[in-house]
């Protein structure tokens, strides 16, 4: 429960603000103001009295993630940039869609039919399972796909390496270098982007026809994605 010399300090401080406009609160509407300009050594016995109540508690600070959230990705080779001293500037877990599209695969638009990847449409989340980024094609596609953060900030990558997942039937793990972005944000500094922990995602084997020329499937899938710099 609130100190009562807290209360009126608060309640003073507010009228002091607002007079002669009411507030809505009885005891607040009907306080006369006390003037605590004349007594400076009132006003600080009443703010060390305070003191715990307007510093907030150590329990309601935002938690970060763990270390273990942000130690790098293990790997192949293959996965691993060159470039010396990187480090994980953010992680994030994706959940969405690999889309695809029924399209003619024959130049002069003949009769074979076939899935061509669209891009991703998927939600990014942090450590917290609060929202982190979109994850799309972006203008020059699906492959270069985009990241972009709550900031604003964004990445596009191009793939520049890939490893067969870990689980079966689903998309493969990459590497991917930046080659465009902008804003000063989270994604600002990112040069390399990971996948890893894929499932799911795979292009349909079949249903691409005449008959479902211009249809879209959008396959479920989810991944780990890590964001590297210096």
Known sequence: MAHPGCTRLRATRVRARTSPISIGDTLVSRMRPTPLAATPFLLLLLL???AHELAPSPSSAPSSCPATWTTPAA??????????????????????????????SSPDGGA?????????????ADCKGAS???HFAS???????????QDGSFVVAKKIASSPSKEPGAVPW??????????????GAVTYVQRTGTK??????????????????KVPYSADYWFLGP
């Open 48 to 50: 060390a009295g305070c």
């Open 75 to 104: 790997v192949d080779q293959s996965l691993t940039p060159s470039a010396p001293s990187l480090h994980v500037v953010a992680r994030a877990s994706a959940s969405g869609s690999q889309d695809y599209r029924c399209a003619s």
């Open 112 to 124: 074979g039919f076939a899935w061509t990847f669209l891009g991703p449409d998927a939600a990014l």
């Open 132 to 134: 982190f980024a979109r």
């Open 139 to 149: 203008n020059g596609g699906g492959t270069p796909p985009e990241w972009q953060a």
């Open 174 to 187: 990459l590497l991917l270098q930046v080659t465009s972005g902008s804003g000063s944000g989270t994604l």
């Open 200 to 217: 799911g995602g795979v292009m349909p084997s079949s249903g691409c026809d005449a008959a479902h020329a211009g249809a879209v499937a």
